[in-house]
């Protein structure tokens, strides 16, 4: 995020240091929003896809860094675990034919890695939680060998004074314990993030869209029912996460807002409003200060890089998060971060393409809807979502003159699609490629097979003649052959 990490362990003379320059970052930037001009043009998408690295017996493959170096291309980078690594394609105008641009670049460099991964006997899986997990995968010595991540291990543990402690319950007696004294768990979750570039003036009303959209795009794009062999939530990455990304100190929780929250409320002071409530409400986790003084740059009408900011930023783990950027001449992004990896690229554009566009269709309602429907209902919907998938019925605004109505996730996506597409294309965005993608949700949903839907449904085929763990690694093979061949997921047959 700017900023090099080459530290492990920090004094309290540091956090002295970097609690004062996030202040400065933070005047250095309502400065900027004041700035005429400052963040305005035309709209930008750009995305990261996370990955699993698997072995030919389908078990995690710890070897990120070599592949990493094989590759010897700067959008990848490492990730938390051994066995995990992430692609970050170029940001593209989000006119004209960008989800094809950035599909076929995901595709290059997917293949790059695959390639690298083929000499050490490996694969790529782009999954959002590998059903071969097992405890032994989510160990201190799974860690990537990287000062960030063993900083950032350290950190986390003086705030919680204690283990991670992780209950997730599915279905009947599905369910998972667990407690672990490291962030090595944090890696069981790969996902698929989506960035929207919008004008500061319009950016509290984007964000809110998106928090608004994610529920009901989530619906329809689970792909992690299966954590250590048991099956839990259609997008268990939810609750795993949030419950391993918790720094708060159990015994005595001062904080009621854990560190990877859906939120606390609609955002009503745009940008700055966020990134303050990040600064006030979390603890520094790696207060690495650089030799800017941004308050100085904006006074010479320069464009500071905020290197504090972004670095802490990057350590509170909204599930929607703003975002600044110095680049392109300075701006603002929502950054949409619930969505899993995979299936298929083609499922990933698909849900990327739901994702944005009903963010922009939103948008223009959602002063009236932030004053109207409750935030608790959208907060509710995400967890229903990610708790039940197609199964979820969500809370609606239906009208003026009457309140909230639940809807069923598969009627609501579909009431919802004509003006996602409508609002691509308003926004530029070739037809074709608005209607290809979305026709992509379209038939999922009649189909009724998510990437989830198809995983439950595989591994009930596979268990009737194996037990659990060997149908869980039979199923990971299929899965990753089909995957491969980019077939969209609801088109999946389910025989292994």
């Excluded at 050490?120 to 060998?145: F, K, N």
């Excluded at 603890?283 to 003084?293: A, I, M, R």
């Excluded at 680049?327 to 619930?338: M, Q, S, T």
């Amino acid at each position: 995020m700017g900023v090099k990490i080459d530290r492990e362990h920090f004094d309290e003379v540091d956090y002295l240091r970097f609690r004062q320059r996030l202040e400065d970052c933070l005047a250095a930037l309502r400065e900027l929003l004041q700035r005429p001009g400052f963040g305005t043009g035309q709209m930008t998408i750009g995305a990261e896809l996370e990955l699993f690295l698997v072995d030919d017996q389908s078990r995690p493959l710890p070897s990120n860094q070599s592949i990493l170096d094989a590759v010897g291309d700067d959008r990848l980078t490492l990730e938390i675990d051994r066995f995990n690594l992430e692609l970050n394609p170029s940001p593209l105008s989000l006119a004209c034919r960008p989800f094809s641009a950035m599909g076929a670049e995901m595709a290059e460099l997917l293949g790059l890695v695959r390639a690298a991964a083929r000499e050490r006997a490996g694969r790529a899986a782009m999954i959002g939680i590998l059903p071969t997990l097992h405890p032994s995968h989510l160990q201190r010595a799974c860690i990537t060998d990287a000062p960030r991540y063993r900083a950032l291990n350290h950190a986390l543990g003086l705030l919680r004074q204690g283990p991670i402690r992780v209950t997730i319950s599915g279905a009947g007696a599905e369910r998972v314990e667990l407690e672990r004294d490291d962030v090595a768990i944090e890696g069981a979750n790969t996902s698929f993030q989506a960035h929207l570039r919008v004008d500061p003036d319009r950016f509290a009303a984007a964000y809110n869209a998106g928090q608004m959209a994610t529920a009901p795009v989530l619906a329809v794009a689970g792909n992690s029912p299966v954590f250590l062999g048991r099956q839990l939530w259609d997008e268990t990455r939810v609750a795993l996460f949030e419950q391993s990304a918790d720094d708060r100190h159990q015994p005595r929780t001062d904080r009621r807002v854990p560190r990877g929250p859906f939120g606390t409320d609609w955002a009503s002071d745009g940008a700055i409003g966020l990134f303050e409530e990040s600064v006030r409400r979390y603890e520094p986790l790696l207060p690495v200060v650089s030799g800017e003084d941004p308050r100085a740059v904006v006074a010479k009408g320069g464009m500071p890089c905020l290197d504090e900011l972004r670095l802490h930023q990057s350590t509170v783990w909204r599930w929607n998060r703003a975002i600044y950027d110095a680049g392109f001449g300075g701006h603002l992004r929502v950054e949409l971060r619930a969505l899993p990896a995979g299936p298929t690229i083609v499922d990933m554009l698909a849900n990327a393409a739901f994702l944005i566009g009903l963010t922009l269709a939103l948008e223009p309602q959602m002063t009236d809807w932030a004053r109207t429907f409750p935030f608790a209902h959208a907060q509710a919907n995400f967890y229903q979502s990610a708790r039940q998938g197609l199964d979820a019925e969500l809370w609606w605004p239906t009208g003026p003159r009457s309140g909230p109505q639940r809807v069923g996730a598969p009627e609501l996506a579909l009431r919802l699609l004509p003006e996602a597409a409508r609002a691509l294309k308003e926004a530029g965005v070739a037809s074709e490629e608005a209607d290809r993608l979305l026709g992509v949700i379209t038939d999922r949903v009649a189909a009724r097979q998510t990437g989830a839907v198809w995983q439950r449904r595989a591994l009930a085929a596979a268990e009737q003649g194996l037990g659990r763990e060997r149908a869980l690694h039979r199923m990971l093979e299929r899965y990753l052959e089909l995957s491969a061949a980019e077939r969209p997921v609801h088109t999946w047959p389910v025989d292994l």
